[in-house]
């Protein structure tokens, strides 16, 4: 199973100079990959809900994250797809496959931030999801008689929970990103994934990876954990994040010590995952250098699965 790390590309973490040093360390501790979340303009109501704007343009940044680095791969997760003519999407994608063969993965999502939709212009929002599916198409199939930077090496990792992003993965992505879901409940969309692929007669080749949420690894189990945050209400645009994920104590799942994170990322392990994108939530390098030297090499020898 192999490890990257979201960088918290916005509000008070976008100092140029904390960046460098996290891609570096990035780099140099051996993560497999380095990703940064996709909004262009937030609404004001946005605010209350944990969005902390302005946020770095993701394509631009991982462009630059390359041009810094040699070896670590650059994501978005994920890009709200549209946003964002696929056409255009392709061409910059396709310039980084051949600058930077194999460095760059595109996770794509539907999005979900409804002021954000207006304020771009892309209408009607209840129909982003065959947008989303449209721009799959697009990019992996231009149309007839134009010319573009192939980008056919660029893998697609699609990102949602539901059945219907399961499906929209497996027969238009290379690869499956969701939010933080229990490792039985990914071992299921998975085992769907890979049934649909193989009824449509597509290769077996896939990536099954998945985004967690806040990580952080600990000296100690502090103990009277308090209940979970309230998941925002059924039916409003912030709804789409899943619940938080705690343990039998109200532990949330990958905060801990060393051997409580190499529990919960070895119930991942079990249902198949192969990627994990980690989120310490802060530029801290310590915490990268915690994790690569405690919890990695317990994965090791973690392999993709059939």
């Not at 940064?36 to 809900?49: F, S, T, V």
């Not at 070895?266 to 990268?288: I, P, Y």
């Amino acid at each position: 199973m192999k490890f990257g790390f979201a960088i918290p590309a916005y509000g008070p973490w976008i100092d140029r100079a904390s960046m460098v040093d996290v891609i570096e360390a990035g780099e140099d501790l051996g993560y497999d990959s380095i990703w940064l979340p996709d909004h262009i303009a937030i609404p004001e109501y946005g605010k209350d809900y944990l969005l902390q704007p302005p946020f770095l343009e993701p394509l631009a940044a991982c462009g630059w994250g390359m041009g810094r680095t040699r070896r670590v791969r650059f994501g978005v997760d994920v890009l709200v797809a549209p946003y964002r003519h696929p056409l255009q999407v392709a061409a910059m994608a396709g310039t980084w496959a051949h600058l930077e063969p194999g460095r760059f993965v595109l996770g794509v999502g539907i999005g979900y931030l409804r002021g954000e939709f207006e304020v771009l212009g892309v209408a009607p929002y209840e129909e982003r999801a065959a947008m989303t599916e449209e721009f799959l198409r697009v990019i992996r199939h231009p149309p007839e008689g134009f010319i573009l930077m192939p980008s056919d090496d660029v893998p697609l990792w699609v990102g949602g929970n539901t059945g219907k992003a399961q499906r929209r993965a497996a027969l238009l992505g290379d690869g499956w990103h969701p939010l933080w879901m229990p490792a039985g409940q990914y071992a299921r969309g998975r085992e769907l994934i890979l049934h649909a692929r193989a009824e449509a007669g597509l290769p077996a080749e896939f990536t099954f990876s998945y985004s967690c949420g806040a990580t952080s690894v600990l000296d100690r189990d502090p103990g009277n954990w308090p209940s979970p945050r309230e998941r925002a209400p059924i039916g409003t645009e912030f709804s789409y994040a899943p619940a938080e994920m705690v343990d039998d104590d109200n532990r949330p799942r990958y905060v801990g010590t060393p051997a409580q994170l190499i529990h919960d990322f070895g119930l991942l392990a079990q249902a198949g995952v192969d990627h994990v994108t980690l989120r310490f939530g802060s530029m801290d390098v310590a915490q990268l250098e915690r994790f690569a030297r405690e919890v990695v090499p317990a994965f090791a020898g973690e392999g993709p699965r059939a």
